[in-house]
Nanobody, 127 residues
Framework: QVQLVESGGDSVMAGGSLRLSCVTSRLSSSTVCVAWFRQAPGKEREGIAAFDRRNSRTGYADSVKDRFTISLDHAKNTVYLRMNSTKPDDTALYYC????????????????????WGPGTQVTVSP
């Protein structure tokens, strides 16, 4: 059974940086797409970054492009989300997700394309 466990959530001041980690286990060879989503109170869950394990191709939502970076350490089976230039609007519960190749094909970052989820880690950005 696929397991995803996030960590690294914290409270930071606007403009600060944070790195989230997601330790993955039991990912099959077909579970090649990993991603980060976030959900703020009263809002829909939003896909923000995805990574294709086959070719290292990435995709980002406009809301985080040029500020956040998704990466993967294959040896540690860990997906990272580097968050720079944070804003109060980045405050949310951040989730790691994984799925088959189709989810990464067009990097649509659609929640319905992802089948495996972690429990989430809280990020709070203060003004």
């Amino acid at each position: 059974q696929v397991q995803l466990v996030e960590s690294g959530g914290d409270s930071v001041m606007a403009g600060g940086s944070l790195r989230l980690s997601c330790v993955t286990s039991r990912l099959s060879s077909s579970t090649v797409c990993v991603a980060w989503f976030r959900q703020a109170p009263g809002k829909e869950r939003e896909g923000i970054a995805a990574f294709d394990r086959r070719n290292s191709r990435t995709g980002y939502a406009d809301s985080v492009k040029d500020r956040f970076t998704i990466s993967l350490d294959h040896a540690k089976n860990t997906v990272y989300l580097r968050m720079n230039s944070t804003k109060p609007d980045d405050t949310a519960l951040y989730y790691c997700a994984a799925s088959r190749a189709a989810a990464c094909q067009h990097m649509t970052l659609s929640r319905s394309d992802y089948h495996y989820w972690g429990p989430g880690t809280q990020v709070t950005v203060s003004p």
